[in-house]
């Protein structure tokens, strides 16, 4: 069995993978090397987030209705026996209650304390975090929890503010505890196994909940069309979406951090296409993509107030630069209702 080690940054946990179960009252594996990483940074989860000096900028939500991007706003809905749907701000983020524990996947960016809401919904003891991800609209929160659980790469980057959220704290001191494929968490009659498929980030994390038939993909399987990052290939998503087809008799749903709860086939539409594009099959020429940003912003009327729309993308607001890759070698190859945008001098290693 791997032995787990500290690595140099301070209050990172190395996990080991090994695990595959866990007796009748003894904890978990994730609550032991969250407990050890716990121990190693001394940490105390925070209570709360300084976000008063935002209380002039309104969240609009899907109805219509406003509120000050300082008010708490948390949201569920039931999606499985279990299993939370959480809206806040930022992307979707979930809760997992097993007979033992319960496990938070990704934390949005919304104003609150979501683990204080989301123990609301369980009785179930509620300690840690799983992220998708390393984008501040799925890690703003995580300091909230005992400890984050996430790839090697994620923990690079995570908890970084997006420039709507200018002159607020975050903290980024929690411990840290670094998963990869093969890990388990075990939840009681509840067991959640990890997979990295990066493509969307560097670290992009999916979660198969073998129990309720849902795999947690964060924004790395889009519904309708995904791009191919400047940083991979056709061929490394073509592995990554075969990686999860080898899965695929034990789910049935994505939980999705924009989409929501959609059907699994997207996994297998989306291996057709590459696999079609590494066939020779050549997409559709595409105009480049614009620079970052979405709706939200600067109103038309200077006395009227900030508004952004709640859970959309903001005016500015970017993880990292866009990619400017020259019309000429964009394509976008459709299948069926799904398209895979790529660059012609990246489809194979």
Same mark, same amino acid.
């Given at each position: 069995?791997?032995?787990?080690?500290?690595?140099?940054?301070?209050?990172?946990?190395?996990?080991?993978?090994?695990?595959?179960?866990v007796a009748s009252g003894q904890v978990s594996p994730a609550q032991a090397d969250c407990a050890k990483a716990n121990a190693a940074a001394h940490y105390?989860?925070?209570?709360?987030?300084?976000?008063?000096?935002?209380?002039?900028?309104?969240?609009?939500?899907?109805?219509?209705?406003?509120?000050?991007?300082?008010?708490?706003?948390?949201?569920?809905?039931?999606?499985?026996?279990?299993?939370?749907?959480?809206?806040?701000?930022?992307?979707?983020?979930?809760?997992?209650?097993?007979?033992?524990?319960?496990?938070?996947?990704?934390?949005?960016?919304?104003?609150?304390?979501?683990?204080?809401?989301?123990?609301?919904?369980?009785?179930?003891?509620?300690?840690?975090?799983?992220?998708?991800?390393?984008?501040?609209?799925?890690?703003?929160?995580?300091?909230?929890?005992?400890?984050?659980?996430?790839?090697?790469?994620?923990?690079?980057?995570?908890?970084?503010?997006?420039?709507?959220?200018?002159?607020?704290?975050?903290?980024?001191?929690?411990?840290?505890?670094?998963?990869?494929?093969?890990?388990?968490?075990?939840?009681?009659?509840?067991?959640?196994?990890?997979?990295?498929?990066?493509?969307?980030?560097?670290?992009?994390? %999916?979660? !198969?909940?073998? *129990?309720? =038939?849902?795999?947690? $993909? #964060? @924004?790395?399987?889009?519904?309708?069309? /995904? &791009?191919?990052?400047?940083?991979?290939?056709?061929?490394?998503?073509?592995?990554?979406?075969?990686?999860?087809?080898?899965?695929?008799?034990?789910?049935?749903?994505?939980?999705?951090?924009?989409?929501?709860?959609?059907?699994?086939?997207?996994?297998?539409?989306?291996?057709?296409?590459?696999?079609?594009?590494?066939?020779?099959?050549?997409?559709?020429?595409?105009?480049?993509?614009?620079?970052?940003?979405?709706?939200?912003?600067?109103?038309?009327?200077?006395? %009227?107030? !900030?508004?952004? *729309?709640? =859970?959309?993308?903001? $005016? #500015? @607001?970017?993880?990292?630069?866009?990619? /400017? &890759?020259?019309?000429?070698?964009?394509?976008?190859?459709?299948?069926?209702?799904?398209?895979?945008?790529?660059?012609?001098?990246?489809?194979?290693?």
């Open positions: 069995m791997q032995t787990n080690a500290r690595s140099k940054m301070m209050g990172v946990w190395l996990a080991s993978a090994a695990f595959a179960g105390k989860p925070i209570t709360s987030i300084d976000f008063s000096s935002k209380h002039s900028i309104l969240i609009k939500a899907q109805d219509g209705t406003t509120a000050p991007m300082d008010e708490p706003y948390y949201r569920s809905v039931l999606i499985a026996p279990g299993t939370w749907r959480i809206e806040s701000d930022g992307d979707y983020s979930y809760l997992l209650e097993g007979d033992n524990e319960a496990l938070a996947i990704d934390t949005g960016y919304g104003a609150g304390n979501i683990r204080a809401y989301e123990q609301t919904l369980t009785k179930k003891p509620l300690r840690y975090v799983a992220n998708t991800h390393d984008h501040f609209d799925h890690t703003a929160n995580n300091a909230y929890f005992d400890c984050a659980y996430m790839s090697a790469e994620t923990a690079k980057r995570a908890t970084t503010p997006f420039q709507s959220f200018a002159g607020l704290t975050f903290p980024k001191n929690y411990p840290s505890v670094i998963i990869g494929d093969g890990y388990k968490f075990q939840l009681g009659n509840r067991e959640v196994d990890v997979y990295v498929i990066p493509n969307h980030t560097l670290g992009g994390t %999916a979660y !198969l909940d073998k *129990r309720e =038939r849902i795999l947690f $993909s #964060g @924004d790395e399987i889009f519904q309708g069309n /995904n &791009t191919i990052s400047v940083n991979f290939s056709v061929a490394s998503y073509e592995r990554n979406m075969a990686k999860l087809e080898a899965h695929r008799s034990e789910y049935d749903k994505l939980a999705t951090g924009g989409f929501g709860v959609i059907d699994a086939n997207w996994v297998d539409k989306y291996l057709a296409v590459t696999q079609a594009i590494l066939a020779g099959k050549e997409g559709d020429p595409v105009p480049a993509r614009g620079g970052p940003g979405g709706p939200g912003g600067a109103p038309s009327d200077p006395s %009227a107030p !900030l508004t952004y *729309r709640r =859970r959309f993308p903001r $005016s #500015g @607001d970017a993880a990292t630069p866009p990619a /400017n &890759t020259p019309p000429e070698f964009l394509r976008r190859l459709t299948i069926d209702g799904a398209s895979v945008t790529y660059d012609t001098r990246h489809i194979k290693e």
